[in-house]
């Protein structure tokens, strides 16, 4: 869904009418930009750090892709083989739940998070 820009960010609930009245459509996480998908989970300082982090553990070094698809698609095509590959894989889709889910945790239970924690919980869900 956030590779298809199909994720209720606060642009998304404007484009539609459903964002209340009041609202801001800021970014909950930076109170910098327009929350958008690709700002939420590429551009934003937190998951900019948040992906930073986490290719720092695999030990990758990175450029910030001009899209989320393109990191996908980056991600896709790295080289690692067999048990490698997927654990390479599933950190990728851990990371995009993990932003999302505190994304959320931000907006509605007004918490407040370190990148270094939520780096922590990725890799406790691609271990399990």
């Not at 869904?1 to 642009?11: D, F, I, W």
């Not at 909950?28 to 720092?56: G, K, N, Y």
């Not at 270094?116 to 890799?123: A, N, P, S, V, Y």
Request: charge should be negative; include cysteine; proline fraction near 3%.
């Amino acid at each position: 869904m956030a590779l298809q820009e199909k994720v209720a960010t606060k642009s998304a609930l404007l484009y539609c009418n459903m964002l209340p009245e009041g609202q801001s459509v800021i970014c909950p996480c930076c109170s910098l930009i327009v929350e958008t998908p690709e700002h939420l989970f590429l551009l934003c300082q937190f998951a900019w750090d948040v992906w930073s982090l986490i290719l720092d553990w695999w030990h990758v070094r990175w450029v910030c892709p001009a899209s989320l698809l393109d990191l996908f698609t980056w991600w896709l095509d790295f080289g690692f083989k067999n048990l490698e590959k997927f654990l390479w894989e599933t950190t990728f889709h851990a990371t995009i739940w993990s932003v999302w889910l505190v994304r959320n945790d931000i907006v509605f239970n007004n918490a407040s998070w370190r990148v270094e924690d939520l780096r922590e919980l990725i890799k406790t869900r691609v271990a399990m």
